[in-house]
């Protein structure tokens, strides 16, 4: 194999961010704990820095792809090496998910209060890196039951299976 080449690999996502206006971070989950993200908060920061209004850069040797709504700062980073247009329909299924999960208004307070089925939409997304979903309607209808009149995500749905097992121990 040319030296110059790097084996072929599914896992390309390093990581995805969510910072709110000021550059905290609010959510992080990195996939590449050995590699180039070593120093996460450092990373965060030129992340935040540098991105400014840019939908896509490289910053040290990775490709960031940036989306900025109302109070929030979107990222996903990958490996350089990789089509931009890979993290960008990773970044608009995340959105997408995000938006039905909230009902359009995609905000810090929102995410914050929802943070347990966030992540759930992450899992579904990404898995270690590796892509698994990039329809945001596809990701939101596996986490969503409909019940009547109202949706019911997957943690109210663990809970009532939990007071249910408890319930038939107790009989």
């Known amino acids: 194999m040319d030296p110059g080449l790097s084996e072929p690999t599914l896992d ?6 969510i910072m709110d206006q000021d550059g905290h971070r609010i959510l992080a989950r990195y996939f590449d704990s050995a590699g180039a993200l070593a120093n996460e908060k450092a990373f965060e920061k030129t992340l935040f820095t540098k991105m400014g209004a840019a939908e896509v850069c490289m910053l040290e040797g990775l490709t960031c792809v940036h989306r900025y709504n ?4 979107l990222f996903v980073i990958g490996s350089g090496n990789q089509n931009p247009l890979l993290f960008s329909a990773t970044l608009n299924c995340f959105y997408d998910a995000l938006s039905l999960l909230f009902r359009k208004s995609v905000e810090k307070r929102a995410l914050i209060d929802q943070l347990d089925t966030v992540f759930l939409i992450l899992d579904e997304i990404c898995d270690n890196g590796m892509i698994l979903e990039t329809d945001g309607n596809a990701v939101f209808s ?8 109202e949706d019911q995500n997957v943690s109210q749905l663990l809970q009532s299976a939990k007071d249910q097992l408890k319930w038939s121990l107790l009989k």
């Open 70 to 73: 109302v109070d929030l700062h």
């Open 12 to 17: 390309v996502i390093k990581a995805i961010i």
């Open 142 to 149: 596996r986490l969503a039951i409909r019940g009547g009149d």
